[in-house]
């Protein structure tokens, strides 16, 4: 079956780690995305990315890293710089980046750090 | 800058009554809308989306909504709903033919009473 892989589901971290959250598709799309969501403010865009090797900024890079080397592979890295780390991070993908698109979305990672 | 504004953070209904979810969108271009799902401590489902043509749009397990441009609308709705229903609501906006980002409401979650 076709679809978006998070892991792992839980992650727990303490402050001043760095941790990294994978997300791998095997949809064949273009373009992938992560987001974050916090209660009661729907999803923040983090960075996505239209093609290999390619990514931008999303509304809150901030504390974030990313890299795009596989097309279906697009791991996130939470810094320590990253001040408030504990949400719950959806990846997703298209087609393509362009907007008529459907996005399709893993299952999630939440993340906790003490 | 565009914005997406879903009127009720919450919607309790009685089971097999009729639901109603608003959403409204500033943008003074073309755009696309969307509706997506999301079951709880899972990713985001697609309900339907508004691309262009007929202004009342179709989607899966019985929503419907109704794209009305004058008032800058969007609201989701359902004749009939169920116990499987429950479950937060999301509507995005997004320009129209174009690589912009979308940019996502706060979420409204469905409460189904039995």
Same mark, same amino acid.
């Given at each position: 079956?076709?679809?978006?892989?998070?892991?792992?589901?839980?992650?727990?971290?303490?402050?001043?780690?760095?941790?990294?959250?994978?997300?791998?598709?095997?949809?064949?799309?273009?373009?992938?995305?992560?987001?974050?969501?916090?209660?009661?403010?729907?999803?923040?865009?983090?960075?996505?990315?239209?093609?290999?090797? /390619?990514?931008?900024?999303? /509304?809150?890079?901030?504390?974030?890293?990313?890299?795009?080397?596989?097309?279906?592979?697009?791991?996130?890295?939470?810094?320590?710089?990253?001040?408030?780390?504990?949400?719950?991070?959806?990846?997703?993908?298209?087609?393509?980046?362009?907007?008529?698109?459907?996005?399709?979305?893993?299952?999630?990672?939440?993340?906790?750090?003490? | 800058?565009?914005?997406?504004?879903?009127?009720?953070?919450?919607?309790?209904?009685?089971?097999?009554?009729?639901?109603?979810?608003?959403?409204?969108?500033?943008?003074?271009?073309?755009?696309?809308?969307?509706?997506?799902?999301?079951?709880?401590?899972?990713?985001?489902?697609?309900?339907?989306?508004?691309?262009?043509?007929?202004?009342?749009?179709?989607?899966?397990?019985?929503?419907?909504?109704?794209?009305?441009?004058?008032?800058?609308?969007?609201?989701?709705?359902?004749?009939?709903?169920?116990?499987?229903?429950?479950?937060?609501?999301?509507?995005?906006?997004?320009?129209?033919?174009?690589?912009?980002?979308?940019?996502?409401?706060?979420?409204?979650?469905?409460?189904?009473?039995?």
């Amino acid at each position: 079956d076709g679809g978006i892989t998070q892991s792992p589901k839980y992650l727990f971290r303490k402050e001043g780690q760095n941790v990294t959250l994978s997300c791998e598709q095997n949809l064949n799309h273009d373009a992938m995305y992560w987001y974050r969501q916090d209660p009661g403010q729907g999803l923040r865009l983090i960075y996505y990315s239209q093609i290999v090797n /390619d990514f931008q900024k999303g /509304d809150i890079a901030e504390g974030y890293s990313v890299s795009r080397e596989k097309k279906e592979s697009f791991p996130l890295t939470v810094t320590s710089a990253q001040k408030n780390p504990t949400a719950f991070y959806l990846c997703a993908s298209s087609i393509y980046a362009r907007s008529s698109y459907e996005q399709y979305f893993g299952p999630g990672t939440r993340l906790t750090v003490t | 800058a565009q914005s997406v504004t879903q009127l009720d953070s919450q919607v309790p209904v009685f089971e097999e009554a009729p639901v109603e979810l608003r959403c409204n969108y500033s943008s003074s271009v073309s755009v696309y809308l969307f509706w997506y799902v999301q079951y709880p401590n899972q990713g985001l489902q697609l309900l339907l989306k508004y691309l262009s043509g007929s202004t009342l749009v179709k989607g899966i397990n019985g929503f419907e909504a109704e794209f009305n441009k004058s008032q800058t609308s969007f609201h989701l709705r359902k004749p009939s709903v169920h116990i499987s229903d429950t479950a937060e609501y999301f509507c995005a906006v997004t320009v129209a033919d174009s690589n912009y980002q979308l940019i996502w409401g706060a979420g409204t979650k469905l409460i189904i009473k039995p």
